[in-house]
């Protein structure tokens, strides 16, 4: 599926600098809690879980779940990537303390970067924003894996519009979301979900958290 670079631009726009001031109360705790089903200290259990002390995170939101996991060591090396600037510059200032390296991709392309190879990779709540159906998005594991050690894991979460049970908030909330582009995941399902981590990764899990798939598989 060919994907323009307005359909790219579109699941990222809406994070401007005056909506990431307050994201983490509507989305990540209000919607999260009373639409998607899905709270925000679930998904901090999920990097928990599976998060190391060299980590990747692409689509960084404003650095919240960087911020509250638990990291392995002390001093970690962490990294972002993101499409947005502002997300990146609030999620970098949050996480300060890290120095984190900052990186500009597109994980739907090829990605290019100079750096050492991570041991963990977290994509969270990435996939529901990005052009395509959820097949044709499994491109971004393929992209990834050049970027992580051998035996390193890859996670996240991610919306799914069919498979799940939503109720009438979740089901108008993420209808509204797809009309205006910030979601495009109509077409995402588990089944597919299932199939593309299979398609670039081994040991993979899904567990379903609402309207939410908490994934994870190794390189």
Excluded at 169 to 187: E, K, P, W
Aim: net charge neutral; charged share 25%.
């Amino acid at each position: 599926m060919d994907v323009t670079p307005e359909q790219v631009e579109a699941g990222h726009a809406l994070y401007t600098k005056r909506f990431l001031r307050v994201y983490d109360l509507v989305v990540l705790s209000l919607t999260s809690r009373l639409a998607w089903k899905c709270p925000s200290s679930r998904i901090v259990k999920h990097y928990d879980d599976h998060v190391s002390s060299n980590h990747l995170d692409i689509g960084v939101g404003t650095g919240y779940f960087l911020e509250k996991c638990r990291f392995p060591s002390s001093t970690p090396r962490v990294a972002m990537m993101d499409l947005s600037e502002n997300c990146l510059d609030v999620a970098g200032r949050r996480i300060a303390r890290y120095e984190p390296e900052r990186y500009i991709a597109n994980v739907l392309e090829p990605l290019r970067i100079q750096a050492p190879k991570f041991d963990s990779v977290g994509m969270n709540y990435l996939l529901h924003c990005l052009p395509g159906t959820i097949r044709s998005k499994a491109v971004a594991f393929a992209n990834i894996k050049p970027l992580v050690n051998p035996g390193g894991v890859v996670f996240g979460a991610t919306m799914l519009y069919d498979g799940v049970k939503k109720n009438l908030l979740a089901r108008r909330m993420m209808d509204d979301l797809n009309d205006r582009r910030v979601f495009t995941n109509t077409a995402d399902d588990l089944e597919g979900l299932r199939w593309g981590l299979e398609q670039h990764l081994t040991d993979t899990h899904i567990e379903i958290v609402g309207t939410a798939a908490l994934f994870w598989g190794r390189v």
